[in-house]
């Protein structure tokens, strides 16, 4: 875990706080609109790179509670600490509502953090860099943390998404196109992880894992949170060179398969993190730690429509072939013994 | 011949779940017979078109602009959905706008627009509530805190300040009260009254006063607490108070005390107060036994009985025994989603009492917790923090009920679906129709749908149009939350 940092906004461009907001009034913004300060408690890795190399943005998107802010060096999400920390999310004590703020507003980055139209001035210097939390896990706690978690998502995961192709429902229930259109593909997924697992050896996943990216509702397509999910495992089970065959094969279909918004969090996991809540659940599973396994599945519950669902579905695939080929292996043994 | 509208909004990033709920309600306007609200990638372009949604005004988007796709029966009533949909999606931007102009947006300001408010209300993250909350009280107002996540600390730091200046806080985490006829936050529309209810709970609050205004009778004020004003911890600071102001108002002849069951030392406390008022009392304390009462107040076991005990009308105990359908086959539990913590306790309660065993993920004295049973009646409160957090309260949106009533549907073990339906201001705007849709063409087939309407035919959703729903949609309606728990026993021993 890494220890807290202090993150500065470097470059002989930046101005400092003070000389900002006179900048800022000098040019005809009211004095009387109070500009309202919030100081991130902290900061992601995808964050930092688009802040950093940036001196100008604007906001993207408006929600409630949070804010994407597109910078000339990337994108990355202001959002409420109640949301979380992950690599894209800057977290700040938010006392009020974001949507305060105007689409297109414009983004200022100075000394110590940024200023958002003439209405947030964000202050990063203390904020502690998040990293993804790593767990100890052995063969005996993944086996045990799967065979806890699937009861509880077999009763509450939703229709909507892709989560019911990891656990189905009746079969008299109708499927939706995208549940349609990403059966084969998680099939040939899985099929592929199996292989690559059991032999050691990488190889480009199926052409038909494209299929997914930006496939199906929200946001965030439940497709790409279906990859997310899959790449981090992939991740946390040490299998870079898998993830970036994903890389590989995914990459090209990004610019024009989806939107930026989850192209970002896309990015992210291809770096080996994603939400907070995401890793706290896949780390208790690692872990086989079922008592907070219901408490941490309202959490990814709460994340979208079925975003969260779907990033834990994408996970859990990868987790079955990884407890399963670790079982197949260790009868193989027990054969030749 | 269907008619299909595409319309491409460049840039537009909305969260999921306003996505979806747009969808729901433009899917279900009159002529509609399909809607998507989707980002306009390739492969959700694909999904459009195989669902015969796609015109090429939506092949234009990108993956970041949202396609607003929408197939009717005809021109017209695409274009009064695609009209709709467009509202619905500017709605919170025009509406955030006009709001802005005109609200304070600070305590002082509010009070310099209008320096005769006595109250103010705290809707904030429960990180921010307490110290709003003092300055209210600091500035002389009560006050009724809506927000939850306030700590215990700061609710009794809060709650002794308020009685040192002989002023009133309501909750934390209350979403119900009626002062003087005005109903705030989730209430409902009742006539003005003579009888006083205070309630550490929002739906019971409701459930009571609406069978009170049903009975003809009517409510001077219905002040919330706040769940944990009768703790041990918490002393019924603001309990106290607002019998002591009820005590003074002249206008209240009766007062109805609603909560969970207080620990002993609080319900001594009480009584105590009690036996000095000159008012009489109902005390419904859900699931308590055996309460050491004053004469001047009588103890009910459920909102029916408190309702029935302080208007005077006559309950009916019978669950509607000759209506009962026997359930078929195997088909022997009964699944109950409640909106109203207060309803899923008052449904235990009327279980026990008929020495059935229930369980439930909020269960009251007597009941299991659901992690100790695997099979059985079950009583689910959806309004609790496990099923809200991040989410719309299912009196909000309904749709938090979807996928278990669903699935309730489809189990055949099940013989019996118990529903709460709340309406009133703040509620959905027509949470009957809601569950109608879900239940689709479920009619009179087993499991046997039971439910009741919490409200008044004064309320936005009206009471008589919510019951009608429920009655084409093949919904056993009883006239109380006791009365429906009531039928899905007899529909067991029947």
């Known amino acids: 875990m890494a220890s807290p940092q202090v993150v500065t906004g470097a470059g002989s461009n930046r101005r400092t706080d003070a000389a900002f907001v006179r900048a800022r009034n000098g040019r005809g913004f009211s004095s009387a609109q109070a ?37 000339d060096g990337g994108w990355c999400c202001l959002v409420g600490t109640e949301l979380g920390a992950s690599p894209v999310n800057i977290c700040v004590l938010l006392p009020g509502r974001m949507d305060i703020v105007t689409r297109n507003a414009a983004v200022d980055t100075i000394d110590q953090g940024f200023v958002i139209g003439s209405r947030l001035h964000v202050v990063t210097a203390s904020a502690r860099v998040w990293t993804a939390p790593i767990v100890e896990w052995s063969e005996e706690t993944l086996i045990r943390g799967l065979a806890a978690l699937d009861p509880l998502c ?3 995961a939703p229709n909507a998404g892709l989560s019911r192709i990891v656990w189905p429902r009746s079969l008299a229930d109708p499927a939706s196109f995208e549940l349609c259109v990403a059966m084969p593909v998680v099939a040939s997924l899985a099929g ?37 999910g899959m790449l981090v495992v992939l991740s946390l089970a040490g299998r870079f060179d898998l993830v970036a065959a994903v890389d ?20 992210a996991a291809l770096d080996g993190e994603s939400s907070e809540r995401l890793h706290a659940m896949v780390n208790a599973v690692l872990a086989g730690d079922h008592d907070v396994l219901a408490s941490r599945l309202v959490l990814i519950s709460q994340v979208g429509h079925c975003s969260g669902w779907d990033t834990l579905a994408g996970a859990v695939m990868v987790l079955r072939v990884l407890a399963r080929t670790h079982r197949s292996v260790m009868a193989a043994g027990r054969d030749a013994g | 011949m269907s008619f299909r509208v595409n319309q491409v909004r460049h840039g537009l990033f909305l969260d999921s779940v306003v996505l979806m709920q747009v969808s729901r309600t433009v899917a279900a306007l009159p002529g509609v017979e399909d809607a998507a609200l989707m980002m306009g990638t390739p492969a959700n372009q694909e999904i459009l078109e195989n669902s ?50 005109v609200q304070p947006r600070t305590l002082r300001s509010a009070l310099r627009v209008d320096p005769n408010a006595n109250l103010a209300l705290i809707s904030v993250p429960g990180d921010f509530a307490a110290a709003e909350a003092r300055k209210a009280l600091r500035a002389g107002l009560h006050v009724m805190i809506f927000s939850d996540n306030v700590s215990l600390d700061d609710e009794i730091a809060l709650k002794r300040e308020a009685r040192q200046r002989e002023l009133l806080v309501m909750g934390p985490d209350c979403g119900t009260a009626i002062l003087g006829g005005t109903p705030l936050a989730f209430a409902n529309h009742v006539p003005v009254g ?31 607490v706040g769940g944990r004003d009768l703790s041990d911890e918490v002393g019924g600071i603001s309990t106290l108070t607002a019998l002591e102001w009820l005590e003074s108002d002249p206008k209240t002849r009766h007062i109805v005390l609603l909560s969970k069951p207080p620990s002993a030392a609080v319900v001594e406390r009480i009584s105590a107060e009690l036996d000095h008022s000159r008012k009489s009392f109902t005390v419904c304390f859900l699931g308590a036994q055996n309460l050491p009462l004053p004469a001047n107040a009588v103890a009910a076991r459920t909102l029916r009985a408190a309702a029935a005990s302080a208007s005077g009308f006559q309950e009916d105990t019978s669950g509607g025994t000759g209506l009962a359908r026997p359930l078929a086959g195997d088909r022997k539990w009964v699944r109950g989603f409640f909106s109203g913590g207060s309803l899923a306790a008052e449904a235990q309660v009327i279980f026990l009492d008929q020495g059935i065993r229930v369980a439930s993920n909020a269960p009251i004295q007597g009941a299991y917790a659901l992690s100790e049973v695997t099979a059985g009646h079950t009583l689910l409160d959806l309004g609790d923090d496990q099923y809200t957090r991040g989410r719309p309260h299912p009196m909000i949106d309904p749709a938090v009920r979807d996928d278990p009533l669903r699935q309730a549907l489809h189990d055949p073990t099940v013989g019996a679906v118990l529903l709460d339906i709340v309406i009133g201001y703040g509620a959905s705007e027509d949470p009957a129709a809601h569950v109608a849709r879900i239940l689709g063409h479920h009619g009179n087939r087993d499991p046997v749908v039971i439910a009741s309407v919490t409200g008044t035919e004064e309320d936005p959703q009206v009471l008589s149009r919510q019951v009608s729903i429920l009655d084409s949609a093949g919904v056993w309606v009883r006239p109380s939350n006791a009365a429906a728990a009531e039928a899905a026993l007899a529909c067991i021993a029947a």
């Open chain 2, 52 to 101: 015969d949604l796609l015109v090429p005004d939506g092949e234009s988007a990108g993956g970041g602009d949202l396609i607003v796709a929408i197939r009717a029966k005809d021109e017209t009533a695409a274009t009064a959905a695609m009209d709709q949909a467009v509202l619905l999606l500017d709605q919170p931007v025009a509406v955030r706008a006009a709001s802005a102009a």
């Open chain 1, 192 to 228: 592929w992880l199996q292989r690559v697992f059991e032999r050691g050896a990488p190889e480009l996943p199926p052409g038909s894992i494209t299929k997914l990216v930006g496939l199906g509702p929200g946001l965030t397509p439940s497709g790409d949170d279906f990859l997310v």
């Open chain 2, 194 to 224: 003579d009888i006083g209810i205070i309630g550490a709970s929002g739906t019971g609050i409701q459930e009571v006063s609406c069978l009170i205004a049903q009975a003809g009778a009517g409510i001077s004020h219905a002040i919330g």
């Open chain 1, 35 to 71: 500009v309202q300060t919030l100081s991130a408690v902290s900061i992601g890795a995808q964050a930092i790179r688009a802040i950093g190399a940036s001196s100008r943005g604007r906001v993207a998107a408006v929600f409630n509670r949070s804010l994407y802010l597109e910078f």
């Open chain 1, 154 to 156: 077999l009763d509450h």
């Open chain 1, 248 to 267: 590989q094969v995914i990459r090209p279909t990004l610019e024009e398969g989806t939107g930026p918004i989850s192209r970002l969090h896309l990015a």
